[in-house]
């Protein structure tokens, strides 16, 4: 085993949590709503459907090779070379998936906190940290995550209950104004980060209760799709649907927004501060990923001596990136194919329909 | 890597510790005794000792007769100031030099009976033991015994006669409390077990005593009470304690340092009090207690982080009351670590952060200033901190002056001189009176790392602010004390104890023991016990 | 390894320290922008104005005593083809930082605003992260400029005082998001608050022996109306009441009614809280709609000399304070609908919401159509309380 320690189900559903919503909550609300108006709700609760089923669709692949990570079993389904190259594959989305979100991450930091400062430096830091979470191993990512992912949540909803003031529920209305297309167009990208939730098929062998991976998936979808309903829905009802689309950022809109008697206000800043520990949880799960599955792939006994190469691969692939227009673009258009189609539905499924086929794996064969 | 990262080239370190081991050796004293047996000749013996205890002038050597057969030559050897003299005098010499004929008139003692009859009838004292280990003898010369030989036999008597001037038991000054016991540990070993002892008179609190240190022969206790403590962690406890070689333990904390888990940690992971109530409630939820010597703070481990936002008053004052403070207490902890970084970052980089009268309030403040926010803050923290440790180093009577000069000259008459801005000198205050709130091993390390935070924060603003709590995060996750994680039970969650981490549950709902120390006896009292009028208590 | 990585961090830790510091802005490098005013200059271009907070001015405690008089704001203006471009202009005036995370107002000149419309304004301030969403936006009679020379006499700076008044939501007010809202929106026309500079009372003893000179000093004054982004008309005070009451908007305020025994003499009915529904009706050809206002109110004062406090005279009070609100709406919106012919009441968005499919294809003139709309008021109005006395006193008993 490469990993030695063990995590408790909560501390699961907190790390996928967190491997889903510090980005999500950022820019999808704005993506969403341009495609859906004010019924990007609608769309939120049609991708948390689709999330649902990534997640039925991994832990029940997963759980038919107990014991064994995406990689491992991916080799024994498809045989070795095609299962190397399926372990490449990942293995490049895990650093460019990563490479995207530091992107974001770091993009966003410039623009709402620290404007003249170079976006390396953050790339640096935040992988730096980020490094010094997955070289200490799982259990301390997921610690870490389990100290400070309930603030980041807890924060979110005071922000939001204290917008309210500003609020008004008939920026929804009317229901339905879209057609069902413009619907389902607006849920593909929340369903290309709920998919994300792939990345879980690495971490469910070191689950020390591995057959309550799909109630543990499950119950991490639903709270993400909770919270992305709920700030898309504070979104559209601060802002409406027109001024929403228009944003880059609307969520950190939002928060600038809430004023309460003249003092309680300019909370933002709060905000990003407590969120970065989100953003520091999901570039570490994405990182841990991509150490783990390359070790895996190399045969390596210990995962440790890759953190730094990744790493650096990592701040090299975020550099490549040139401005946000360039990352939005990515993000609301190449994307959801790539992600999305590849690596969150049609390789799982493509694995599960061999495994079927060639009647491998414990359980359900 | 660069080259001056690497270590020192291991042949040079070899040949400098070559040297010096062999200077030790020629300055080293003889130390063939130690294997050595009495012999039969009191002379010889006495003459051995006296070379041994050779230019110790405190070691007194009393040549006296035995009462009932005068050819029976006695020695008493003690260390004047360390035995009772009084003791000494009533229960050995007198006894055996006069009142031996009194339990046996007109007998005379062959000298093959005598020992026999010293042990049985002649001494009075209550603790003795016989050997003939020189080794033996001279440790219990030197630990305020005292030892008698006689002629004629290879084999002397040890007399438990130790009392020497000590400390009063009194009240604890490091950890004053308004209820609760007000005794505390003093530097006697004994005395100390003796406080445990007294709160927990039951058969399974064990008390087992090591000598560490090689040349201070140093006491150290190890307590915990059997049944209840994980039997694993005792054997731990003892294969750290054995497996330090070292000359000295002069205080508990030489000990904390090398048994500790994690020595680069600023965070303590070894618990220490100085209260017998508070030892004896670790003791009960599965701690194992480190008595020591010479020191009146005891230690106990495993320890977690929430230990150091606990007091022993917790427990004594009624439980919303005590989560109300401990409420404060967390948030204290939260200020002392982070407000001046918070500070920095809020006036040097994001003046969105405050409400615009209080920017232009900092601001206009701030207009005479001729530092940056980050200096000005740095050198009021230093004084600060000069200023605190001015008050514990200085003789008390100066301690009224300290603060005085402080509050008055630094104070007052920086901002009078638009120095220093007033809310600079508000968020100094305010960050050292909270930094007192909680235990002070803790805050030490609270304190060092708020400044590594000022830099952070100096540099990145709230960026660096968080990437350091980050760190600091991180770095807490990892750390465990005696394999129990430091930040449980809040991280990784055992849901039943955190009725003790912020919240204090009340005493009648505290079912079980930590879950994590206390692994095998979890039950700690009956789950009824909540107190209720009679007529409302449910019946059968 | 562990001595390796500490080292790693202390050499970035010193580069970070000694190139860095990037967005560090010391507080007394910082010029903090109350208010900014844009005007058009004469030859087309813009004029920036900015109101700069003195902080010197604004220390509490032992000397401020002595500086209490001190000027605290400065105001300063440069002209551009842009505002950033007037920004950068100003900065080579100002030798500070220019700051905008704490404007409270944006006054928009009324040239500006009727030649060049806001569009050309409100873009930066919502693309720049400095200045934020709920900055009041404001429009003056007059030059911007002017409103922002003005000195207030409670608050420190004018800016602040204006900020105030919008906070006590005494006239129409719309914060820079509400305003992009009703921009981009094809259901709603924009409406800003309009403001001016006004003689607002003395300060009595400020000039020992001669009289008080008269302050000049910022005021409400009423609603701007916007077609598109160009501001096309005003909306007075009064108006401007029934545009509140069309609205819906917080509404605060006392409503005048003639007593019911003595039409000469009035009565005072301050208003509590109201609540209005607009429901439109579309028959195929032209939308309908029936506006239902519900308010609830205390009465504060009776010039007349009857008993009101009973049940048949305060019904009759209802009746008239009714009409009186009813008539103030129907003003706002002959003239809005009449004369200027643009939608700044929402009556679009109501009918979108009921109407969806129809909108599709009104949208596009929706304008023409809210001209040629129907409206029906209906309001039902209630007294709660009448204060601490029942009848009027000082009145001998008959």
Request: hydrophobic content about 50%.
């Amino acid at each position: 085993m490469l990993e030695q320690g063990k995590i408790d189900s909560k501390q699961a559903i907190l790390l996928l949590i967190s491997l889903v919503l510090p980005t999500a909550i950022l820019t999808a609300p704005a993506i969403t709503v341009k495609q859906a108006a004010q019924d990007a709700w609608l769309s939120i609760i049609v991708a948390t459907m689709a999330g649902l089923l990534i997640a039925a669709l991994v832990t029940g692949l997963s759980l038919r090779f107990p014991g064994k990570t995406l990689l491992e079993y991916a080799e024994e389904i498809l045989g070795r070379l095609p299962g190397k190259m399926v372990g490449l594959l990942y293995i490049w989305w895990f650093l460019h998936g990563n490479a995207l979100i530091l992107d974001e991450y770091a993009s966003f930091l410039c623009s709402a906190l620290m404007p003249d400062t170079p976006v390396i430096v953050f790339f640096v830091f935040v992988t730096v940290v980020a490094a010094l979470a997955v070289y200490s191993g799982l259990e301390v990512l997921s610690r870490f995550n389990q100290l400070f992912l309930p603030l980041v949540l807890g924060l979110l909803l005071v922000v939001f209950l204290l917008a309210a003031k500003d609020m008004e529920v008939t920026r929804l209305l009317p229901v339905f104004d879209k057609d069902a297309a413009a619907i389902l167009k607006g849920a593909v990208i929340p369903a290309s980060w709920f998919g994300e939730i792939v990345i879980f098929a690495l971490l469910i062998p070191f689950l020390d209760r591995a057959e309550e991976a799909p109630r543990v998936a499950v119950t991490a979808i639903l709270i993400c799709g909770l919270y992305l309903l709920i700030c898309i829905l504070v979104v559209v009802m601060i802002f409406g649907p027109h001024v929403s689309a228009r944003w880059i950022f609307p969520t950190f809109n939002t928060i600038r927004v809430v004023s309460i008697a003249n003092f309680l206000e300019r909370l933002e800043s709060i905000a990003i501060a407590v969120w970065m520990f989100g953003g520091f949880a999901k570039i570490g799960i994405f990182y841990y990923a991509a150490a783990l599955s390359s070790a895996q792939w190399l045969g390596l006994k210990d995962y440790r001596p890759l953190v730094a190469p990744v790493g650096v691969v990592l701040v090299a692939l975020a550099a490549l990136c040139r401005n946000i227009v360039e990352l939005l673009n990515f993000l609301a258009t190449a994307w959801p194919p790539y992600a999305l189609g590849l690596f969150e539905a049609g390789i799982p499924l493509l694995l599960l329909v061999v495994a079927r086929a060639r009647g491998k794996g414990g359980r359900g064969a | 890597m660069v080259r001056f990262l690497k270590p020192r080239k291991p042949g040079m370190v070899k040949q400098s510790n070559q040297q010096v081991s062999q200077s030790r050796e020629s300055s080293l004293p003889d130390t063939s005794w130690k294997e050595q047996v009495l012999s039969p000749d009191l002379d010889t013996n006495l003459a051995q000792i006296k070379a041994i205890l050779d230019r110790c002038s405190d070691v007194m050597y009393r040549e006296f007769i035995f009462a009932q057969n005068e050819q029976i030559r006695l020695a008493l050897i003690y260390t004047d100031g360390l035995t009772d003299k009084e003791q000494i005098s009533e229960q050995i010499t007198k006894a055996l030099a006069l009142e031996v004929a009194m339990a046996a008139p007109g007998q005379e003692i062959s000298k093959s009976r005598a020992l026999e009859f010293i042990k049985q009838r002649g001494l009075c004292v209550n603790e003795i033991k016989q050997t003939d280990k020189i080794r033996e003898i001279i440790q219990a010369i030197l630990s305020g015994d005292s030892v008698l030989l006689m002629d004629g036999y290879a084999t002397a008597i040890i007399n438990g006669t130790r009392g020497w001037a000590s400390r009063a038991i009194s009240e604890p000054e490091a950890e004053p409390t308004v209820r609760g016991a007000r005794d505390s540990f003093v530097e006697t070993l004994r005395t100390n077990t003796a406080l445990l002892r007294r709160r927990i008179s039951s058969p399974n609190l064990k008390i087992e005593v090591f000598k560490l240190g090689e040349v201070t022969n140093t006491e150290v206790a190890v307590a915990y009470i059997e049944g209840i403590v994980n039997e694993k962690l005792v054997a731990e406890v003892k294969s750290r304690l054995q497996r330090i070689k070292v000359d000295a333990i002069l205080e508990s904390g030489y000990i904390e340092e090398l048994i500790e888990d994690h020595p680069w940690s600023p965070f303590p992971t070894v618990n220490h009090t100085e209260k017998p109530d508070r030892a004896a409630a670790m003791l009960l939820e599965g701690r194992v207690a480190i008595l020591v010597d010479g020191t009146p703070f005891v230690l106990t481990v495993p320890n977690l982080f929430v230990e150091h936002l606990h007091a022993a008053e917790d427990y004594y004052e009624r439980f919303i009351f005590t989560t109300a403070v401990r409420v404060i207490r967390f948030f204290s902890a939260f200020i002392s670590l982070t407000l001046p970084a918070l500070y920095i970052a809020a006036v040097s980089f994001h003046p969105e952060l405050l409400p615009t009268t209080l920017l232009l309030s900092i601001a206009g403040q701030r207009e005479a200033v001729p530092f940056p926010v980050f200096m000005e803050v740095l050198v009021m923290e230093l004084t600060f901190e000069t200023l605190r440790e001015a008050g514990i180093r200085l003789p008390r009577p100066l301690g009224q002056a300290v603060s005085i000069v402080g509050a008055l000259v630094i104070g007052e008459a920086a901002v009078r001189a638009g120095l220093v801005a007033a809310a600079t000198v508000i968020v100094v205050a305010f960050t050292g009176i909270a930094s007192f709130t909680f235990a002070y091993s803790a805050s030490i390390a609270f304190r060092l790392l708020r400044f590594t935070l000022m830099f952070l924060s100096a540099a990145m603003g709230l960026f660096g602010l968080i990437t350091g709590v980050a760190l600091i995060g991180i770095h807490l996750c990892s750390l465990r004390s005696f394999g129990v994680p430091y930040l449980s039970p809040a991280v990784p969650m055992t849901g039943t104890d955190l009725k003790d981490v912020v919240f204090r549950a009340p005493l009648w709902a505290m079912f079980t023991r930590p879950r994590l120390i206390a692994r095998q006896n979890q039950e700690r009292q009956e789950q009824n016990l909540k107190p209720a009028p009679p007529e409302t208590r449910p019946r059968g | 390894m562990k001595k390796r990585i500490a080292a790693l961090l202390l050499i970035t830790f010193v580069i970070i320290l000694a190139g860095g510091c990037w967005s560090r802005v010391e507080l007394t490098e910082l010029a903090i922008v109350l208010g900014a005013g844009v005007d058009l200059a004469e030859d087309g271009r813009i004029l920036l104005t900015l109101q700069i907070a003195r902080p010197g001015a604004f220390t509490a405690g032992s000397e401020g005593g002595g500086r209490g008089k001190e000027a605290a704001s400065w105001v300063i203006s440069a002209e551009g083809r842009t505002v950033p471009e007037a920004e950068r202009f100003l900065a080579m005036k100002i030798p500070r930082h220019i700051y905008w995370g704490h404007c409270i107002i944006l006054v928009l000149g009324e040239e500006l605003a009727r030649r060049e419309g806001t569009g050309i304004v409100t873009n930066f301030y919502q693309r720049e992260r400095e200045p934020r969403e709920n900055i009041y936006v404001l429009v003056a009679r007059g030059r911007a400029r002017d409103f922002l020379e003005t000195y207030s006499s409670l608050e420190r700076t004018s800016a602040q005082a204006a900020g105030f008044l919008e906070r006590m939501k005494t006239g129409y007010t719309v914060q820079l998001r509400e305003l992009a809202e009703m921009l981009v929106s094809r259901g709603i026309q924009p409406a800003v608050t309009a403001v001016e500079v006004t003689e607002a009372g003395t300060m009595p003893g400020q000039v020992p022996g001669g009289p008080p000179p008269p302050q000049k000093e910022v005021g409400v004054a009423g609603t701007a109306v916007f077609k598109q982004d160009k501001l096309i008309g005003w909306l007075d005070p009064w108006e401007t009441r029934g545009f509140l009451w069309l609205k819906g908007e917080i509404m605060k305020g006392v409503i005048i009614v003639p007593g019911p025994e003595q039409p000469e003499k009035l009565v005072s009915i301050r208003i509590r809280r109201g609540k209005t529904k607009i429901i439109p009706e579309y028959n195929g050809e032209y939308p309908r709609f029936l506006v239902k206002i519900q308010v609830e109110g205390d009465m504060v004062e009776q010039q007349t000399r009857e008993n009101l406090a009973t049940p048949e005279k305060i019904k009759l009070l209802e009746e008239e304070m009714a009409s009186e609100i009813k008539a103030r709406a129907e003003a706002a919106l002959d003239k809005v609908q009449g004369e200027y012919g643009v939608d700044i009441f929402g009556f679009g968005e109501a009918f979108h919401r009921k109407y969806k499919k129809e909108w599709r294809k009104l949208k596009y003139h929706w304008d023409e159509e809210f001209s040629r709309a129907e409206v029906e008021i209906a309001v039902d109005a209630q007294i709660r309380e009448i204060g601490l006395l029942t009848r009027r006193a000082g009145i001998p008993e008959e």
